[in-house]
T-cell receptor
Framework: AQSVAQPEDQVNVAEGNPLTVKCTYSVSGNPYLFWYVQYPNRGLQFLLK????DNLVKGSYGFEAEFNKSQTSFHLKKPSALVSDSALYFCAVRDGAGNNRKLIWGLGTSLAVNP | KAGVTQTPRYLIKTRGQQVTLSCSPI?????VSWYQQTPGQGLQFLFE???????NKGNFPGRFSGRQFSNSRSEMNVSTLELGDSALYLC??????????????FGEGSWLTVV
């Protein structure tokens, strides 16, 4: 079955340091992969997605993600973390076929950026 | 362009009651999806509607239902509420659905507390 995993419940990083939030997936066929961010008491906001093309995808707020087919990973990265990046991050992968396609979500990773 | 609008934002219901939540998608979007978010279970897919037809359904009991109107606005209903239904209910819209690779855009959610 298709699945997505975010192996870390929480990531802590100091402001100004690079950050990585990990995501691995399991799909048959070509994956469609997404990253979203959720700030406290808010809905989810789209950051970036990989459908096809370059393995390095650039998104909102300085975030980027690298699609690695051999490692079935789609890790989210940012060169220099800000305190305001502290939030809950979700990775998602498209599941199913035809009209039955839907997004499967990871359980989320809480990112804390310390001043 | 207005975003996805969900009403009400917060509500408290008693066990056994029923509740209706409303979602107005971004103008021009024909696909509306509903999710339940809880701390332990992450984002769980409820159902997706496209052009007034339910296109996909998650693994929730029949107490959870939805519909979509001709203007793409959607409602979801939960009957015979249980304590475990307490959650953040998120609505997301997209032009034709995430299965096509479209980005889906979320509303702020409706916080339901069942007492």
């Amino acid at each position: 079955a298709q699945s997505v995993a975010q192996p870390e419940d929480q990531v802590n990083v100091a402001e100004g340091n690079p950050l990585t939030v990990k995501c691995t997936y399991s799909v048959s066929g070509n994956p469609y992969l997404f990253w979203y961010v959720q700030y406290p008491n808010r809905g989810l906001q789209f950051l970036l997605k990989y459908i096809t093309g370059d393995n390095l995808v650039k998104g909102s707020y300085g975030f980027e993600a690298e699609f690695n087919k051999s490692q079935t990973s789609f890790h989210l990265k940012k060169p220099s973390a800000l305190v305001s990046d502290s939030a809950l991050y979700f990775c998602a992968v498209r599941d199913g076929a035809g009209n039955n396609r839907k997004l499967i979500w990871g359980l989320g990773t809480s990112l804390a950026v310390n001043p | 362009k207005a975003g996805v609008t969900q009403t009400p934002r917060y509500l408290i219901k008693t066990r056994g009651q029923q509740v209706t939540l409303s979602c107005s998608p971004i103008s021009g979007h024909r696909s509306v999806s509903w999710y339940q978010q809880t701390p332990g279970q992450g984002l769980q897919f409820l159902f997706e509607y496209f052009s007034e037809t339910q296109r996909n359904k998650g693994n929730f009991p029949g107490r959870f239902s939805g519909r979509q109107f001709s203007n793409s606005r959607s409602e979801m209903n939960v009957s015979t509420l249980e304590l475990g239904d307490s959650a953040l209910y998120l609505c997301a819209s997209s032009p034709v659905g995430a299965g096509s690779g479209n980005t889906i855009y979320f509303g702020e959610g409706s916080w339901l507390t069942v007492v």
